[in-house]
C-alpha cells in the first residue's frame, strides 16, 4: 500500500503541513509527485498537492485519496521544492505558493452549500432562507443580511452543516470533426434510398462521397447548408461519425510575424554577450547585469543568448513588464523564435493562459515571454531566465505570496546551473550594488546601436511660466516644440505622469477635500459618470454641486487626468490628430496594439498617454518627447520616489530619436533643481547612484539593510495600536542590537475599507532568524486573528509602503 504526502487547499496557518492519505488500488499506478488530488478533510472534500509518495505513514487510520485531477503532474519536483522555498521565504502557506505557480483555470474552485439536517423547525430567519429547501448554494446566504453568529449556531447545534463542491475548471477548447462511416459506394446507396425532402442529408452525403476526409463541424455547415439536426440524423444512421479534438485557442493567430535574423553585433554587444554565452556553454549559473542606455540593443543581446541556449536544446524564460507586452516587443521574439514562442501576460483570456502553458508544459515551445508569474514557467531543462528593465516593482507580486521574481530567477537558475541575465538602462540601486561589488557581472553599453546620441533633454520651470501669466499646463517651449515637430511631418510622444496624482475634487472657497467615508484618501472624479469614486474600496457618490462644508459652489476637481490633457491639446493645436492612451482606453481587447499601430501609420501626430507609453516603443518618426509633469510622484511617501523619478525620465527620454532622425525631450517641472530630474536630463547615472546611496546610507534604507513591513489591520483603531505596539515589544526583545524597529506608526492610507492600519517596520542588516521570530508572532496572534478579524501582514523586503 502506498501513502501520498499531501498539501491541503486549506488556508490556515495551523494547516500548513502534509497530511497522510492512502492511495487507493485504482489510483496505484497513476498517481505521481505534483498532481493534484481529492481528498476527505473533516467533513469536506477538498483539493491538495501530491508532494511525496512513500511507502509507509506513522499514522495508523488514514483515510482514502478519492480523486486526482491530472493525468500528468503540473508541478514538476523543481516546482514543488521552490514552492516551498517561495512559501517559507515570504512567510506564506505553502498551498498558496503552489496556487500561485499555476494558470488561474486549475486552481478548482469550490462551491458551498448549506444542508438541512433537521425537519424541525429552524430560526425563523433561517427558515426564511431555506424556503422549504433542503439544500441551498452559501452565496444566497452571504447575499441575506442574516449575521454569521446565526449561522455559526445552527452549525454548532448540526441544524445544518456546510457541504463542499469541488467543481475544476479547466477547458480545454474542443472541435468536433464529422466524417463519413462507410465506404462511398455506401454513402452512394443510401444517398439515392433518403427521400425527396432530405434534401439537406443529401447534400451533406454528396459532400462526403466526393471529398471523404474529416472536415470540422462548422465548416461542413458554411460549406453543405446543413445544421446540427440534419447531422444528427446522418449520425444515428450510422452514415457519419463524430469525434472531438481538442485545439488551443491562439490570440497570436492573426498577426503574422516578419521573420528576423541576427544582426551582427556592435562591439559592445559583442563585449556583452559573450561572456553569458561562455555560462551557457559551461552549464554554470551566474548573474549578469546588462546596464544599457536606451536604444543600445539589449534586447538583440537576448535574443542571440536564447538561440545559443535552443542550439543547446535547452529552453528560456523572458521576463518583461506587464505594461511593456506590446505586440511590438512580442512579435521581436515571435518573429526571431516563430513557433517555439509561447506569450503569457494578463490581457489573455484564463483560457487562453492555460492553453500556453500547456504548451510549455508539453514542450510544444521552448521560449516563453511572458510578466511576472512567467517565472513559473514549468521547463525542465532551462538554459536562461532574462529579466528585461529589472527595475521595475511590478516584479515583486503584491499580495501572497510576496515574491520578486528576481530572487525566484535566481534560484532557478542555481537549480538548471544556468545564467540569468538583468538588462536595463536605469537598475535599481540593489541590483547596480551587487554588480559594483562583484556579486553579479557588470556589462555597460553606453551607445545606442545607431551611435546616435542621446536625445537632448531640456528642463522647463513650470513656476516661472505661471510667474509670466501662462496658465495652461503646456509651457510656451513644449508648446512651439510640438508646433515645429508636427509641421516637418514628425511625431510627438507626450507623457502625463499619473502615479500619485489623480483627480480630486477640493472647494476652491474653504479648501475641503472630498474624501471616501471609508478609506483615509481623496475620492477620485470621473467624467463620463460624473462621480467620485473610491480606488481602494470601490464606494461611489455623484459629484456635488455645493460645498458639502460652507455650500460655496465653487467646489471642482482639479488634478490633471489624460482626458483633460486632450481637451486642453485641442483647445492649443486644433488641427493636431491625438491619440490617447491609458487604462480607459486599452480596456479592450487589442484596443493596445490597434492604437499603437495606428500611431505607427501615422494615423495621429501626437500620441498621449500615462506610464503605459514610456517603455518599449520605437517609432521611427518620433523627435519629440514631452513630460507634462515631472515631479508629480516626487513627494510620495516612499523612499524609492526619487529613483523611481529618475528612472521614469530617462525611460521616456529613450522614445526620441531612435533610428535616423535626432531626437528631443522637454520636461516640465514645479522642482527643476531636484537632484533626480537634473541628473536624469544629463544622463549621468553613475552620478545618481552615488547620491541615491549617499541617502540611503545617511537614513538607513536599502541596499544598506534589509526591510520587513508588518502591517495590522482592524476596525477598532485603539485595538490596532496597542496590537502592533505589543508586536514591536516583542520584537525588540528578540532582535539584535543594530536592528531597528520602528513602530507603531499609522500607515501612509490610515484607513482602507473602514479599517484602520498600522504598521512595524524593521531595518536589519543580519538577522537570519528575523522569519522565525515573525512567523512565531503571527502564530500568537491567529487566534484573535481567527476570532476577532485581526488582519496581520507581513512583506519582507516591500517595495509598496502605503
Ligand atoms: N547590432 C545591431 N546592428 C544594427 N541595429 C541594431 C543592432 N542591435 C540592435 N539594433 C537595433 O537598434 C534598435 C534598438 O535596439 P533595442 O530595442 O534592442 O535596444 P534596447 O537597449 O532594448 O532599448 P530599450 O531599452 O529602449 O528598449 C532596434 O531597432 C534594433 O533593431
Ligand atoms: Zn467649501
Ligand atoms: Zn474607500
Not at 510622484?633 to 522614445?655: A, Y
Not at 526591510?707 to 505596539?725: E, F, G, M, R, W
Request: some cysteine; proline content about 4%.
Amino acid at each position: 500500500m502506498s501513502i501520498a504526502k499531501v498539501i491541503v487547499d486549506v488556508q490556515a496557518k495551523t494547516i500548513n503541513q502534509t497530511f497522510d492519505y492512502l492511495v487507493p488500488e485504482r489510483f496505484q499506478d497513476i498517481i505521481k509527485e505534483g498532481m493534484r488530488v481529492i481528498v476527505p478533510f473533516g467533513p469536506r472534500k477538498i483539493t491538495g498537492f501530491v508532494v511525496a509518495i512513500k511507502e509507509e505513514s506513522e499514522f495508523i487510520k488514514l483515510k482514502p485519496i478519492l480523486d486526482v485531477l491530472d493525468i500528468q503532474p503540473v508541478l514538476t519536483n523543481e516546482l514543488l521544492e521552490l514552492g516551498k522555498w517561495v512559501a517559507e521565504d515570504t512567510l506564506t502557506l505553502y498551498i498558496t505558493a503552489y496556487q500561485a505557480m499555476l494558470p488561474q483555470v486549475l486552481k478548482a474552485q469550490y462551491k458551498k452549500e448549506l444542508i438541512r439536517n433537521t425537519g424541525e423547525r429552524l430560526i425563523p430567519v433561517m427558515e426564511d432562507l431555506f424556503a422549504g429547501r433542503d439544500v441551498i448554494d452559501f452565496e444566497e446566504f452571504e447575499h441575506s443580511s442574516i449575521p454569521y453568529s446565526k449561522l455559526q449556531r445552527a452549525l454548532h447545534d448540526t441544524t445544518i452543516s456546510i457541504n463542499y463542491v469541488v467543481k475544476s475548471k479547466v477547458t480545454k477548447k474542443q472541435v468536433t470533426y464529422i466524417e463519413p462511416n462507410k465506404e462511398a459506394y455506401l454513402l452512394e446507396e443510401a444517398f439515392m434510398e433518403l427521400s425527396h425532402n432530405a434534401k439537406k442529408q443529401k447534400q451533406v452525403l454528396s459532400y462526403f462521397i466526393e471529398f471523404p476526409e474529416p472536415i470540422e463541424q462548422s465548416k461542413l455547415f458554411k460549406l453543405t447548408n446543413a445544421n446540427r439536426t440534419v447531422i444528427r440524423a446522418l449520425l444515428e444512421k450510422q452514415l457519419l461519425k463524430e469525434y472531438k479534438k481538442e485545439v488551443y485557442r491562439n490570440p497570436y493567430e492573426e498577426a503574422s510575424f516578419q521573420k528576423t535574423y541576427p544582426l551582427t553585433l556592435t562591439e559592445q554587444q559583442e563585449k556583452a554577450l559573450e561572456p553569458i554565452k561562455r555560462k551557457i556553454q559551461q552549464k554554470e549559473h551566474d548573474v549578469f547585469l546588462v546596464h544599457g542606455v536606451t536604444g543600445s540593443g539589449k534586447t538583440e543581446i537576448y535574443l542571440q543568448a536564447i538561440q545559443e541556449v535552443l542550439e543547446q536544446g535547452k529552453e528560456a524564460i523572458v521576463l518583461v513588464p506587464e505594461i511593456s507586452l506590446t505586440p511590438q516587443m512580442v512579435s521581436r521574439f515571435k518573429g526571431r523564435f516563430g513557433e517555439k514562442v509561447a506569450v503569457m501576460h494578463s490581457a489573455l483570456s484564463n483560457g487562453e493562459k492555460y492553453d500556453e502553458w500547456r504548451k510549455i508544459q508539453s514542450r510544444e515551445v521552448k521560449v516563453v515571454v511572458g510578466a511576472r508569474s512567467a517565472i513559473f514557467a514549468p521547463f525542465e531543462n532551462l538554459g536562461i531566465i532574462i529579466i528585461d528593465e529589472e527595475h521595475e516593482t511590478t516584479y515583486k507580486q503584491e499580495d501572497q505570496p510576496r515574491y520578486h521574481a528576481r530572487d525566484v530567477a535566481i534560484k532557478r537558475g542555481q537549480y538548471h546551473h544556468c545564467p540569468v541575465v538583468l538588462g536595463s538602462a536605469t537598475p535599481t540601486l540593489e541590483s547596480y550594488a551587487r554588480a559594483k561589488r562583484g556579486v553579479y557581472q557588470l556589462a555597460t553599453l553606453n551607445e545606442r546601436t545607431n551611435k546616435q546620441e542621446m536625445p537632448d533633454i531640456e528642463i522647463v520651470d513650470m513656476r516661472e511660466e505661471l510667474h509670466n501669466g501662462n496658465r495652461s499646463m503646456f509651457s510656451t517651449r513644449l508648446k512651439e516644440s510640438m508646433e515645429s515637430a508636427i509641421n516637418r511631418g514628425e511625431q510627438v510622444v507626450l507623457l502625463l505622469n499619473r502615479r500619485g496624482y489623480s483627480t480630486f475634487v477640493m472647494c476652491r472657497d474653504c479648501g475641503h477635500v472630498k474624501q471616501c467615508p471609508h478609506c483615509d484618501i481623496a475620492l477620485t472624479y470621473h467624467k463620463r459618470s460624473n462621480q467620485l469614486k473610491c480606488h481602494y474600496c470601490s464606494y461611489e457618490e455623484p459629484m456635488p454641486n455645493q460645498c458639502p462644508e460652507c455650500t460655496s459652489d465653487a467646489i471642482r476637481y482639479f488634478g490633471t487626468g489624460t482626458q483633460r490633457v486632450e481637451e486642453s491639446l485641442h483647445e492649443l493645436m486644433p488641427h493636431a490628430r491625438v491619440i490617447r492612451m491609458d487604462v480607459d482606453t486599452t480596456r479592450k481587447k487589442g484596443a493596445h496594439e490597434r492604437l499603437l499601430k495606428s500611431f505607427a501609420n501615422k494615423e495621429a501626430d501626437i500620441l498621449l498617454g500615462t506610464q503605459m507609453i514610456a517603455k518599449g516603443l520605437d517609432f521611427a518618426n518620433v523627435t519629440l518627447v514631452g513630460v507634462l509633469t515631472a515631479d508629480s510622484m516626487l513627494h510620495l511617501p516612499d523612499f524609492r520616489s526619487s529613483e523611481k523619478t529618475f528612472q521614469l525620465l530617462t525611460q521616456v527620454s529613450g522614445r526620441a530619436g531612435r533610428h535616423e532622425l535626432p531626437g528631443q525631450v522637454i520636461v516640465q517641472s514645479y522642482t527643476p533643481d531636484h537632484y533626480s530630474i537634473q541628473l536624469a536630463s544629463e544622463y549621468d547615472f553613475n552620478q545618481f547612484f552615488l547620491r541615491e546611496m549617499q541617502i540611503r546610507k545617511t537614513f538607513r534604507y536599502p541596499p544598506y539593510v534589509y526591510l520587513a513591513l508588518v502591517t495590522v489591520s482592524h476596525p477598532n483603531h485603539v485595538k490596532v495600536v496597542k496590537i502592533t505596539q505589543r508586536i514591536v515589544q516583542l520584537l525588540l526583545k528578540v532582535v539584535n542590537e543594530d536592528t531597528v524597529v520602528l513602530g507603531p506608526t499609522a500607515s501612509p492610507i490610515t484607513r482602507i475599507k473602514d479599517r484602520y492600519r498600522y504598521q512595524c517596520m524593521i531595518k536589519y542588516r543580519n538577522e537570519p532568524n528575523l522569519r522565525k521570530y515573525l512567523k512565531k508572532i503571527i502564530d500568537q496572534f491567529a487566534d484573535e486573528a481567527r476570532k476577532e478579524d485581526l488582519l496581520i501582514t507581513i512583506d519582507m523586503q516591500p517595495y509598496h509602503l502605503m
